[in-house]
């Protein structure tokens, strides 16, 4: 690939890891989350694509220095895009500034291990655990073969927690800035999905975890209908974030 389709670039971000960051948003992801504020993003092609080369971006985001600490790759899904992002991490580095992605977690470790090495921080999303995932996230499921290295069905994704064991990976190598987990109640078993990731970060007491409720508020009338009984209340908020502080993690942020 020798240009990368962007959604849009922001070029001074300070929510998409620490500091001033110019994100980049990249179209196209191999989940189709129901509650997705960013749903323009999921298909592969978009008339609002434009498209870059490395060369190109790179003097992008030189537009913004220095009042940036470094870039953040989001979406979509940037590990679709790991030859290409490991290219364009590269050159960004050269120039004394940091390299974040934006994850959902599901993509294949192999294929993303020169992009890994390069990356300075994963922000790692958490989408739930168990089959549930199926209708929240893999509706109209397609994996594309740039990012899986082979095909494979929804309730192997699932079945398999690839998203709990790229997690595993990638803080036993520092790579992880924070844990994200969206609440959606009643969509997934919360004291399952809390006690997992707080096994894979009890090693790991400096990296936060982010709550964030889900809300319908800008989103497509078919997905906000879906949602609707299913946004926690602030009592369920705090109740999620005393059952993750149970479990033993005590860096927790929850944003209402």
Do not use: W
Not at 207 to 226: S, T
Not at 242 to 250: D, E, P, Q, T, V
């Amino acid at each position: 690939m020798t240009k990368l389709p962007v959604h849009r670039i922001i070029p001074f971000s300070n929510v998409e890891g620490i500091g001033n960051r110019t994100s980049i948003f990249v179209q196209g992801c191999n989940l189709n989350c129901l509650y997705c504020h960013n749903s323009e993003t999921i298909p592969m092609t978009s008339k609002e694509v434009n498209y870059f080369s490395v060369d190109e971006l790179v003097l992008k985001i030189k537009e913004n220095m220095p009042f940036i600490r470094g870039i953040t790759i989001s979406g979509g899904e940037p590990t679709i895009y790991n030859g290409f992002l490991t290219d364009l991490f590269k050159e960004v580095s050269k120039l004394g500034l940091t390299c974040y992605i934006d994850s959902n977690g599901f993509f294949n470790y192999k294929d993303c291990q020169d992009l890994i090495e390069v990356t300075d921080k994963f922000l790692f999303d958490i989408k739930g655990l168990g089959e549930s995932l199926e209708d929240l996230c893999f509706s109209n499921f397609l994996i594309d073969k740039r990012n899986s290295g082979s095909i494979k069905s929804n309730k192997e994704y699932i079945r398999e927690q690839t998203n709990l064991i790229n997690l595993r990976s990638l803080l036993s190598l520092n790579k992880v800035e924070e844990v994200r987990l969206v609440y959606i109640k009643d969509y997934y078993e919360e004291e399952v999905v809390i006690s997992n990731i707080a096994e894979e970060l009890k090693s790991y007491p400096d990296v936060p975890l982010k709550i964030i409720r889900v809300h319908a508020k800008g989103l497509p009338k078919d997905r906000m209908q879906v949602l609707k009984g299913h946004i926690p209340s602030k009592l369920d908020m705090e109740q999620l974030k005393n059952l993750a502080y149970s479990k033993g993690i005590h860096q927790i942020n929850y944003i209402l």
